[in-house]
């Protein structure tokens, strides 16, 4: 059971808006310190996709958004394609635990 | 363009030690700091631990004093060794570059790039 709670599952037909919830506790999201979040397409890597809250690397679309308030944050998915159906993980910095994942949320686009 | 290739034994025997290597092109190790990060079958991701500045290293807690982190330089390579393995270390591993993505002056640690990741298999 991971540090960091996201749902298992979430779905959306294409054009749609989605979000993932990522609910952590005082030790890590509500200590302040950044939340990141990974796409990882099915049988790849992880890759990175939002950092610190909000940020999008270059050649991320801007259909992907991040925010955070008090002990969550969350990830929001704007006008849905068929290539965003993959698993999302959230990551922050726990206290005690040092680097943490969220248990994923696997998308899929109806 | 920055790559990471990880490799190892693949199948292994319990009570063995697992030995990775992450072999780097693109850049130079020292440049950056370099984690390890495993997924086991259906499950999430699992940060294992992290060395910076060429020889420091912080562990997930949770492995209890079984894993070494080191890189040489010469070879640009990053090295796992986890000690007296279970089934429940059969995981793929990846291991991926541990950097600085900076906005308006920050600078925010993040794991920017990844390997393609090494299956390991651990029989009992």
């Known amino acids: 059971q991971s540090v960091l709670t996201q749902p298992p599952s979430v779905s959306g037909a294409p054009g749609q808006r989605v979000t993932i919830s990522c609910t952590g506790s005082?030790?890590?999201?509500?200590?302040?310190?950044?939340v990141h979040w990974y796409q990882q397409l099915p049988g790849s890597a992880p890759k990175l996709l939002i950092f610190?809250?909000?940020n999008r690397p270059s050649g991320v679309p801007d259909r992907f958004s991040g925010s955070k308030s008090g002990t969550s944050a969350s990830l929001a998915i704007t006008g849905l394609q068929a290539d965003d159906e993959a698993t999302y993980y959230c990551q922050s910095y726990d206290s005690s635990l040092g680097e943490m994942f969220g248990g994923g949320t696997k998308l899929t686009v109806l | 363009q920055v790559q990471l290739q990880e490799s190892g034994p693949g199948l292994m025997k319990a009570s063995e030690t697992l030995s990775l290597t992450c072999s780097v092109s693109?850049?130079?190790?020292?440049?950056?700091?370099w984690s390890w990060i495993r997924q086991s079958a259906g499950k999430g991701l699992e940060w294992l631990g992290r060395?910076?500045?060429?020889?420091?290293?912080d562990y997930n807690p949770s492995l209890k004093g079984r894993l070494t982190m080191s890189v040489d330089t010469s070879k640009n390579q990053v090295f796992l060794k986890l000690n007296s393995v279970t089934a429940a270390d059969t995981a793929v591993y990846y291991c991926?570059?541990?950097?600085?993505?900076?906005?308006?002056?920050?600078?925010?640690?993040?794991?920017?790039?990844w390997g393609q990741g090494t299956t390991v298999t651990v029989s009992s």
């Open positions: 693109g850049a130079s190790i020292g440049t950056s700091d």
């Open positions: 991926a570059r541990d950097h600085g993505l900076c906005v308006n002056s920050v600078c925010y640690d993040v794991f920017d790039i």
């Open positions: 610190a809250d909000s």
């Open positions: 060395i910076y500045t060429r020889v420091n290293t």
């Open positions: 005082s030790s890590n999201i509500g200590a302040g310190f950044d």
